[in-house]
Nanobody
Framework: QVQLVESGGGFVQPGGSLTLSCAAS????????MNWYRQAPGKERELVAS????????DYADSVKGRFTISGDNAKNTVSLQMNSLKPEDTAVYYC??????????WGQGTQVTVSS
């Protein structure tokens, strides 16, 4: 059974940091592109960061470049998102997604991040 379980969300003041983790099971982790998305209230879900687990290449949305870092651990089947210099506009539910061409995507249940003073 495929599972993606996010953790690490919470409440933080502007300028603070949080690290999100996504634990994956039930599929061959190294074959997939792992992604973090987020969805703020009233807005569409947007791609935040991606990592190719096999090649370790990464990509980021312009809004988070230089502040967020995505990393993967193939041995532990986890992908993390280190978020620094958080801003109120980073407030959203953050989702982990596993993707591979010609196969269904897998999504986690999401974890809430709230940035507020």
């Amino acid at each position: 059974q495929v599972q993606l379980v996010e953790s690490g969300g919470g409440f933080v003041q502007p300028g603070g940091s949080l690290t999100l983790s996504c634990a994956a099971s039930g599929f061959t982790f190294s074959w997939y592109i792992m992604n973090w998305y987020r969805q703020a209230p009233g807005k569409e879900r947007e791609l935040v960061a991606s990592i190719s687990i096999s090649g370790a290449s990464t990509d980021y949305a312009d809004s988070v470049k230089g502040r967020f870092t995505i990393s993967g651990d193939n041995a532990k089947n986890t992908v993390s998102l280190q978020m620094n210099s958080l801003k109120p506009e980073d407030t959203a539910v953050y989702y982990c997604k596993a993707a591979i061409p010609s196969a269904p995507d897998y999504w986690g249940q999401g974890t809430q991040v709230t940035v507020s003073s």
